[in-house]
């Protein structure tokens, strides 16, 4: 870990620079953040609560990071957690599965004021909804965010090999539905 | 005349342009997604001062006359209200009904069936609804 990121962490857990290094971590990483939330939830709106909570949460616990992995992947492992929470929570009151509620989101996405895709932009959202939740997370942060398997490791807290056997398993059951 | 590609100096990395080319087709996969979900205008500046807003609380003015006249007017009225009402008891019943609707809300109407919902409800209570329900 480089010697700036070390000096920030200390400014972030220091209550009288703790202020100033917060708003400058906002500024840095809500755009990044909301994107890779928004992926995972679809929605503006519920992608905007996800990522309020997540930086809440960053607030109150920056304290208890223990700076063995990266700030980085530190936040979006929180950011991911965040996301999956909201989509259980928010699945089991209407009694759906998980799948099922993130699949009835993307059957919607071209009502959404705030999707422009094309019909294969939405095409391949569907599919990718229709992914076991697991696969479509990694697939989201491999495709879509274009992160490597060492990083997915370190935010899920998963093998590398256990991502790169669902990375597969969901890009051959895409490449299956592209070809019908 | 010098052959600048016979005598560059300068090195790159071992597969330099195949991780570029990679990192660029990443990121506009990534900028092509991004393209098709949008956010309304001006979103992420509202959104870094909604957090800060939630994180950082403005501070108020420790002394304020007005809020304190107020604060006392609202101690009296409360005493007032106290001796009157006896609030001990309500406080205890509110509570009490917000624990007990939180149970229900949280566990029974989410987890009974129809079976065991009527089982819940008293017999008489049962043929009053049959009975007013049965009349044409």
């Known amino acids: 870990m480089g010697i700036h990121q070390s000096l920030f962490i200390k400014s972030l ?50 304290e208890k990071f223990k700076e063995n992995s990266t700030l980085y992947t530190w936040m979006y492992r929180i950011a991911t957690n965040e996301a999956i929470n909201f989509i259980n929570s928010k699945s089991s ?39 076991p939740e697991k696969q479509r997370i990694v697939f989201i942060m491999k495709y879509f965010d274009g992160m490597t398997y060492e990083v997915i490791s370190k935010i899920l807290d998963t093998s590398i090999g256990a991502l790169k056997a669902s990375y597969h398993h969901a890009v051959k059951k895409i490449k299956t539905k592209l070809n019908d | 005349m010098t052959d600048f590609n016979k005598k560059n100096l300068f090195k790159i990395p071992g597969n330099y342009f195949q991780e570029l080319e990679h990192s660029l087709i990443e990121n506009a996969k990534a900028i092509k997604v991004e393209k098709s979900l949008s956010t309304p205008k001006n979103y992420f500046n509202t959104l870094e001062k909604e957090i800060l807003k939630k994180t950082y609380p403005e501070k108020k003015p420790l002394f304020n006359v007005r809020r304190i006249t107020i604060s006392f007017t609202s101690i009296a009225a409360s005493f007032l209200i106290l001796f009157i009402l006896n609030p001990f008891e309500a406080t205890k019943t509110m509570t009490e009904d917000q624990a007990f609707n939180n149970y229900l809300e949280s566990y029974y109407l989410e987890d009974l ?24």
């Open chain 1, 13 to 62: 857990k220091e209550p009288e620079t703790r202020e100033k290094a917060f708003r400058s971590l906002v500024g840095e990483y809500k755009e990044r953040l909301y994107w890779h939330i928004r992926k995972l939830v679809l929605d503006h709106d519920d992608a905007n609560d996800v990522v309020q909570n997540t930086f809440i949460k960053i607030h109150l616990n920056v």
């Open chain 1, 93 to 131: 009151k209407m009694g759906l599965q998980n799948q099922e509620w993130i699949e009835a989101k993307a059957n919607k996405l071209t009502a959404d004021p705030y999707f422009d895709g094309d019909e294969a932009a939405f095409f391949l959202q569907k599919e990718v909804a229709k992914l």
């Open chain 2, 113 to 136: 069936d129809s079976y065991e919902m009527l089982s819940m409800i008293e017999d008489s209570e049962i043929e009053k609804i049959v009975n007013t329900s049965i009349k044409p």
